[in-house]
């Protein structure tokens, strides 16, 4: 048991990335949060924890939502008393070409995939600080570090989570707390379902292990991450993305 007595939140975690994260942290011992927009699917995942015999408790919370996101904190203190890990997960893609993308795409992805980060990141450190420790987990995107065409909002949205989270580790790090991110490349979840099926074809003859990534491999990534197995690490963006860009 890795995370024996830590509290875990991670966003997003009703479906996708975010639930297999939720359930290994939760595996590993953790009493967790499991949050999202769609509060029904966040009670379904609760019971799947509850079930496997560990802690946990469903909120619902936009990230871009500041009341929202302190009202998610509070819950889970007054509930657990603590917050130790952070995995800022949530995220969207709204694709265009840059011919044609509109302000309202370029916005909600900007404001959900980077602005969301700064705000749960300013909120959830007033309760890492007392306890000078905290393991925040930022997902960014291989679309983020080379580019990907019809992405030039997800792509700018998740490079700048990279350089966010360079800044926070330099900027938290005397105060205990490592910030770090994991940046998945194509992995079979709800989210890449909707890429049609030539595209999928030509992002796996792409990558050198010749598959798709699972939920869990991306899991793996986060909880060495928030581990003591990583706690020399911070700053640094970890490829889970079998190989597709080094
Ligand atoms: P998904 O679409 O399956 O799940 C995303 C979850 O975030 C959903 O449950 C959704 O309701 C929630 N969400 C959306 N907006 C929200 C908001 N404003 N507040 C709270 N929750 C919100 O997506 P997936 O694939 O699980 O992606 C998770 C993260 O991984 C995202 O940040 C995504 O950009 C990133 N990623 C995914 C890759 C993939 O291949 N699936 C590749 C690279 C990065």
């Given at each position: 048991m890795r995370l024996k007595d830590k509290v875990a939140i991670v966003t997003g975690s009703a479906q996708g990335l975010g639930k297999?994260?939720?359930?290994?942290?939760?595996?590993e011992g953790a009493k967790v949060v499991v949050t999202d927009i769609n509060y029904d699917s966040c009670l379904i995942v609760k019971k799947e924890i509850e079930q496997s015999g560990a802690e946990a408790i469903a909120i619902k919370c936009n990230v871009t939502n500041r009341d929202e996101v302190k009202s998610l904190l509070e819950q889970t203190t007054s509930k657990f008393?603590?917050?130790?890990?952070?995995?800022?997960?949530?995220?969207?893609?709204?694709?265009?070409?840059?011919?044609?993308?509109?302000?309202?795409?370029?916005?909600?992805v900007i404001d959900t995939d980077l602005k969301s980060m700064f705000i749960c990141t300013q909120e959830v450190i007033k309760f890492m600080?007392?306890?000078?420790?905290?393991?925040?987990?930022?997902?960014?995107?291989?679309?983020?570090?080379?580019?990907n065409f019809g992405q030039t909002n997800y792509s700018a949205a998740k490079s700048g989570v990279i350089g966010l989270t360079k800044t926070l580790s330099k900027e938290l790090g005397k105060r205990g707390i490592t910030v770090n991110a994991v940046a998945p490349g194509f992995i079979l979840?709800?989210?890449?379902?909707?890429?049609?099926?030539?595209?999928?074809?030509q992002l796996i003859?792409?990558?050198?292990?010749?598959?798709?990534?699972?939920?869990?491999?991306?899991?793996?990534?986060?909880?060495?991450?928030?581990?003591?197995?990583?706690?020399?690490?911070?700053?640094?963006?970890?490829?889970?993305?079998?190989?597709?860009?080094?």
């Open positions: 297999a994260m939720i359930l290994r942290l939760a595996s008393g603590k917050i130790d890990i952070f995995v800022n997960n949530a995220g969207i893609t709204q694709d265009a070409q840059i011919t044609k993308m509109t302000d309202e795409q370029w916005d909600r600080i007392p306890n000078n420790y905290g393991k925040i987990v930022n997902i960014t995107s291989v679309a983020g570090q080379e580019g979840t709800e989210m890449t379902e909707a890429i049609p099926d030539k595209i999928k074809e003859e792409r990558i050198p292990l010749k598959r798709g990534g699972q939920p869990k491999e991306v899991a793996d990534a986060v909880l060495f991450l928030v581990s003591n197995e990583s706690s020399f690490i911070t700053g640094h963006t970890l490829n889970v993305n079998g190989g597709m860009y080094v």
